[in-house]
């Protein structure tokens, strides 16, 4: 079945970065991107990005342009994402989420997302 | 970047009791607005694609409507399995953004 699985826990200190992984399986890997999303304790979802694993496009949040990079490695099925310079609000649980791009007669989008990985919990405490 | 405004933020509902979740978009989004499901230590789980399609598995009782600007989600008699928070969630422009969230408590 189709099914993304994620690295478990991070701890960093404040300054230093993080890579995140998700691994996927059960589709075509390079038929859909990936969107990354965080939620700090207790808070609601926040977009991060998205990836397009076809070419390796990415549209960033603004508010992370500058500090984030996402990548995927196609011969092993993994998206990843790196934060870095990392601050106390970046503690978050990060998830990574599949996602089609299209085009329609109104522009270009992306699809809403369907699958999403079981979350990675990244800790940045001195 | 547009703002979705949900409402309410919580709700305590008796099972078998209708649940209804507005969300505002502060810009017109046609269609392109989902609904997702988080229950607690767990993520989230697509119910409502495009404001009115329901994902593939999604118990009939979850239902979505509207257009431009407001939509609703709408859960027909309620299960305690239905504990959890909803979220909306825009996909019309670039920065995506999701709703603050509703949290469902059975009474």
């Known amino acids: 079945q189709v099914q993304l699985v994620q690295s478990r826990v991070e701890v960093k200190k404040p300054g230093a970065s993080v890579k995140v992984s998700c691994e996927a399986s059960g589709y075509p890997f390079t038929t859909y991107g990936f969107s990354w999303v965080r939620q700090a304790p207790g808070q609601g979802l926040e977009w991060m990005g998205w990836?397009?694993?076809?070419?390796?496009?990415?549209n960033y949040a603004p508010k992370l342009q500058g500090r984030v990079t996402m990548t995927t490695d196609t011969s092993t099925r993994t998206a990843y994402l790196e934060l870095r310079s990392l601050r106390s609000d970046d503690t978050a649980v990060y998830y990574c989420a599949r996602a089609r791009d299209y085009y329609d007669t109104s522009g270009y989008y992306l699809d809403a997302s369907d699958i999403w990985g079981q979350g990675t919990v990244v800790i940045v405490s001195s | 970047e547009i703002v979705l405004t949900q409402s309410p933020d919580f709700q305590s509902v008796t099972p078998k009791e209708k649940v209804t979740i507005t969300c505002r978009a502060s810009?017109?989004?046609?269609?392109?607005l989902h609904w997702y499901q988080q229950k607690p230590d767990q993520s989230p789980k697509l119910l409502i694609k495009?404001?009115?399609q329901p994902f593939s598995g999604v118990p009939s009782r979850f239902s979505g409507s509207g257009s431009g600007t407001d939509f609703t989600l709408t859960i027909n008699s309620l299960e305690a399995e239905d504990a959890a928070t909803y979220y909306c969630?825009?996909?019309?422009?670039?920065?995506?953004?999701f709703g603050g969230g509703t949290k469902v408590e059975i009474k």
């Open positions: 990836i397009k694993t076809y070419d390796g496009n990415t």
């Open positions: 969630h825009q996909s019309d422009s670039l920065p995506l953004t």
């Open positions: 495009y404001a009115s």
């Open positions: 810009q017109s989004i046609g269609s392109r």
